[in-house]
């Protein structure tokens, strides 16, 4: 070996100097191809993007008037709209129904249906895009196409939360009373749906039936969703659920999780009818079952129940004690003679932890400054 040959492998130890030359100026042609390639991607990319803002423009601009107009009660000529323009139509168009009350949207499905987008929207259901069939099922709802009812029903299942979710909203507007029987066994297993948007998507049925379903999915949904759904009953600010919810709960032995989470909604409603059982688990072996029934206590409770939430006061755990103190200072019978005739007569310090801050709190919720107009 010579001493060039020696300096050679020194400067370039990783060149394999017996491969053939034509292997080389493959490998740099190919390598050279690919990055034309690449290029020339990128190029088609940013003029397919230029191209679809351009088009979405020129559609808000066109049709933004037109949609004014036909809220004004006027339906001019409208222009033709091809397949791609469709598609910019309905995002601008579910954009001007979204911040409009429903008594102002008939003038635009009125319009829709002029230009045919029922069946535009219709045909977007087997699109190979997300957000397209995300878009026809959402334009379908709003149009109350009675047509699209059987491939939207089989979407509500689908692995992709946000359109099963954007069907199930779909199918409430169009029927809420046929779409009920296909929601429940739904509702139950969603956990990848969030309980305070299912409340949302209810009501767009009316309250009633929106604690109908709620009530009625909870008690068939499994141990970890039925506490979630029912903790949220009181949103709809309706009572017909709770006819459900009692029903099950004598008939069912409930885990305590959703025991719990029941006296609380029963303390959210405040019906009398419920203090039977509020009662009952004042003494319940779970001690958040007992905290739960002490605070919904302090909301229906009458003058009976004082002694109840006394007693609670020797309670092994903190919280059972904290929430009796503040239940027994909400109900409307308590007076602060009252409770300082209690402090003076319990000896436990754990009733005395809890009384002072209490009865210092009552004082101050009381007094004539804390009264506000």
Known sequence: MTANDVREERVLPFVHTDLPLDLWHISAITLSGVIVLLFLSILLFRRHRL?????????????????????????PPLPALSRRD????????????????????PPLVRLAQTVGSPHRATELLQSGLLSQRILAVVTLGRLQERSAWAQISTLLTHHNSFLAFSAAQALLRIDPTAALPLLLPVLGHRTDWSPIKIVSMLQTAGSDLASEILATAA?????????????????????????????????????TNMLATSLFVFGEFRDPADLPIVREHLTHEAWYVRVQAATALGKLGTVEDEERLISLFNDDQWWVRYRAGEALMSLESMTEEKLMRLQESLTSPEAHEILAPILAKFRTRRSPIAVRP
């Open 51 to 75: 191209a679809g803002l351009r088009r979405h423009q020129r559609i808000t601009q066109e049709w933004n008037p037109l949609l004014t107009q036909a809220l004004d009660g006027a339906l």
């Open 86 to 105: 469709h598609i910019d139509f309905l995002s601008l168009w579910n954009q001007s129904y979204e911040f409009l009350p429903e008594t102002l949207t």
């Open 219 to 255: 008690i068939q949904g499994s141990s970890d969703l039925s506490p979630r759904l029912i903790r949220y009953l009181p949103v709809t600010k309706s009572q017909k659920g709770l006819p459900i919810l009692r029903q099950f709960l004598r008939d069912t032995p409930p885990s």
